[in-house]
T-cell receptor, first 111, second 116 residues
Framework: DAKTTQPNSMESNEEEPVHLPCNHSTISGTDYIHWYRQLPSQGPEYVIHGLTSNVNNRMASLAIAEDRKSSTLILHRATLRDAAVYYCILGSSGGYNKLIFGAGTRLAVHP | DTGVSQDPRHKITKRGQNVTFRCDPISEHNRLYWYRQTLGQGPEFLTYFQNEAQLEKSRLLSDRFSAERPKGSFSTLEIQRTEQGDSAMYLC??????????????FGEGSWLTVV
């Protein structure tokens, strides 16, 4: 399984944008880039995913590098409720897409 | 549409006892996964079902662990002769085969197990 590398922790202020980086230099052509987040004492929650093109949804935006070896999750205006562990995960479009979680990035949001 | 439901949410048991967790996936989701998560770590994959068939088991799933999905709907995860090292949150997740892009997986709230 292809691996991802994320910073252990990041901090942000409320109402400011947050850019969470992820490196995945061994990504294969069929791997989707998934982002999940986990709030304290809850199960992981789907945030966004993409293959090649940048993606936007109501929660966040995903910017994917042209060579696909890195990506960035963008929270446009951080709120206190966005404080969570964010996981960047690669999953193949084939098979059953077993998600292999790393340690993720713990995001702290300050008022 | 209700999400993935897990029961019980919390369980405290004595070492050596058996425990069983139940998972009700999202309706019509034919794929079901179990994960385990300890404090400070990301979730670790345990096993996967497609309908009623258990298609993959992690090496983490020792002989004391057994999972079933008898009718392809709900699933149970049983731990026999619990040990203190089994203390963790057990997460169930489900997804629908047939999604073209990326097979989004939906997680339940988890079942916390404490073995004393």
């Amino acid at each position: 399984d292809a691996k991802t590398t994320q910073p252990n922790s990041m901090e942000s202020n409320e109402e400011e944008p947050v850019h969470l980086p992820c490196n995945h230099s061994t990504i294969s052509g069929t791997d989707y880039i998934h982002w999940y987040r986990q709030l304290p004492s809850q199960g992981p929650e789907y945030v966004i995913h993409g293959l090649t093109s940048n993606v936007n949804n109501r929660m966040a935006s995903l910017a994917i590098a042209e060579d696909r070896k890195s990506s960035t999750l963008i929270l446009h205006r951080a709120t206190l409720r966005d404080a969570a562990v964010y996981y960047c995960i690669l999953g193949s479009s084939g098979g059953y897409n077993k998600l292999i979680f790393g340690a993720g990035t713990r995001l702290a949001v300050h008022p | 549409d209700t999400g993935v439901s897990q029961d019980p949410r919390h369980k405290i048991t004595k070492r050596g006892q058996n425990v069983t967790f139940r998972c009700d996936p999202i309706s019509e989701h034919n794929r079901l996964y179990w994960y385990r998560q300890t404090l400070g770590q990301g979730p670790e994959f345990l096993t996967y079902f497609q309908n009623e068939a258990q298609l993959e088991k992690s090496r983490l799933l020792s002989d004391r662990f057994s999972a079933e999905r008898p009718k392809g709907s709900f699933s149970t995860l049983e731990i026999q002769r619990t040990e203190q090292g089994d203390s963790a949150m057990y997460l169930c997740a489900s997804s629908f085969q047939g999604q073209i892009s990326g097979n989004t997986i939906y997680f339940g709230e988890g079942s916390w197990l404490t073995v004393v």
